[in-house]
């Protein structure tokens, strides 16, 4: 949470007795969350003091009706929050300075364009020098998560089977969050299998390099690399998966869509030893029912030999759909 965090919370008290509660950007180095200020700043009353360092994530706002068709009391939020506390140290040491700003540009602007930040470059030298950078220890880090570890595998049930038909954006990633904070919890109807798979309604960059790894070699993606494919599933509005009971990825599906009216289906691959098991059909089910694209009036793909597959979803040659106009189907190929 500290790593991915883009904002984070700092709250002590000054030599005077006052409270402070500053807003900062801040990055994780060697243990240390790290944030940078001007040396006279108000953050430098803080130096020397002990300090509280807070970071906070809304997964998902569950409404009182998921769990009660009458009584309001049952409203609540998931969330997950991380704090650390300790004294807040200054961090002098010009190799180090030049470090942490360089991940805070990482952080917050990734995409680059600027020269690499080195404590002795000429373009930065007199900058490192004059900033102030301030650490805590991570040592001191508390976490708590609310995924629903306070209910019973009955209401958590519930609570993912409301999330999955309302579809709001974040509630399919709320699913898993609770999938991985309650594991006995039985497993939802929506993706229930029973084909030894355990299925997920949302992968994330935790699975791009199986994802990558399946998909490397397939026809479809002769003319893309590695990077486009990362970039590619990382930009989906859904990508679902299949894992083995040894826990690795064995199928996978995204799907691009409005919302409305079009969604596209990609890179739909099953690991070659699972073939023929039904796994294609099951990942395909999941994205078909994923919120963002159920409601789609087309949905259209393109294949080379799995036109059967497809077929038993309802899918026909693009070519028989009748049109009261004529049209082109037209690409730009960069």
């Given at each position: 949470l500290f790593r991915t965090a883009e904002t984070m919370q700092v709250a002590g008290t000054n030599a005077e007795g006052e409270v402070l509660l500053k807003s900062l950007h801040g990055v994780v180095d060697d243990g240390w969350v790290c944030f940078h200020a001007a040396p006279a700043g108000e953050k430098t009353s803080l130096l020397g003091?002990?300090?509280?360092?807070?970071?906070?994530?809304?997964?998902?706002?569950?409404?009182?009706?998921?769990?009660?068709?009458?009584?309001?009391?049952?409203?609540?939020?998931?969330?997950?929050?991380?704090?650390?506390?300790?004294?807040?140290?200054?961090i002098?040491?010009?190799?180090?300075?030049?470090?942490?700003?360089?991940?805070?540009?990482?952080?917050?602007?990734?995409?680059?364009?600027?020269?690499v930040i080195e404590a002795q470059s000429p373009l930065y030298r007199a900058a490192v020098k004059g900033i102030l950078i301030g650490g805590v220890s991570l040592e001191g880090?508390?976490?708590?998560?609310?995924?629903?570890?306070?209910?019973?595998?009955?209401?958590?049930?519930?609570?993912?089977?409301?999330?999955?038909?309302?579809?709001?954006?974040?509630?399919?990633?709320?699913?898993?969050?609770?999938?991985?904070?309650?594991?006995?919890?039985?497993?939802?109807?929506?993706?229930?299998?029973?084909?030894?798979?355990?299925?997920?309604?949302?992968?994330?960059?935790?699975?791009?390099?199986?994802?990558?790894?399946?998909?490397?070699g397939e026809y479809w993606n002769d003319v893309f690399s590695e990077d486009d494919l990362r970039r590619a599933h990382l930009g989906s509005t859904a990508w679902v998966g299949a894992r083995a009971p040894d826990g690795q990825l064995v199928g996978t599906a995204r799907a691009l869509s409005d919302g409305g009216k079009y969604a596209w289906?990609?890179?739909?691959?099953?690991?070659?030893?699972?073939?023929?098991?039904?796994?294609?059909q099951a990942v395909m089910r999941i994205l078909l029912d994923h919120p963002a694209v159920r409601r789609?009036?087309?949905?259209?793909?393109?294949?080379?030999?799995?036109?059967?597959?497809?077929?038993?979803?309802?899918?026909?040659?693009?070519?028989?759909?009748?049109?009261?106009?004529?049209?082109?189907?037209?690409?730009?190929?960069?």
């Open positions: 003091r002990q300090v509280v360092v807070s970071v906070e994530e809304t997964v998902a706002r569950l409404p009182s009706y998921f769990l009660d068709a009458e009584r309001a009391c049952p409203a609540t939020t998931l969330f997950r929050g991380a704090q650390v506390r300790g004294v807040l140290m200054a002098d040491e010009p190799v180090r300075k030049a470090r942490v700003l360089q991940r805070l540009m990482e952080k917050l602007q990734p995409e680059g364009g600027h020269a880090a508390t976490a708590k998560a609310k995924l629903g570890q306070n209910r019973n595998d009955e209401a958590r049930l519930k609570v993912m089977e409301q999330l999955w038909k309302r579809g709001a954006p974040g509630d399919v990633r709320a699913i898993e969050l609770m999938r991985e904070a309650n594991p006995t919890t039985p497993t939802p109807t929506f993706l229930q299998n029973e084909l030894g798979v355990r299925l997920h309604a949302a992968l994330d960059e935790r699975s791009l390099d199986e994802t990558i790894g399946l998909l490397r289906v990609y890179d739909v691959c099953v690991r070659s030893d699972w073939r023929g098991r039904g796994v294609g789609c009036q087309r949905v259209r793909l393109g294949t080379r030999d799995a036109q059967s597959l497809y077929r038993r979803f309802g899918f026909v040659d693009v070519a028989t759909i009748k049109r009261p106009y004529a049209t082109t189907e037209m690409v730009l190929a960069r």
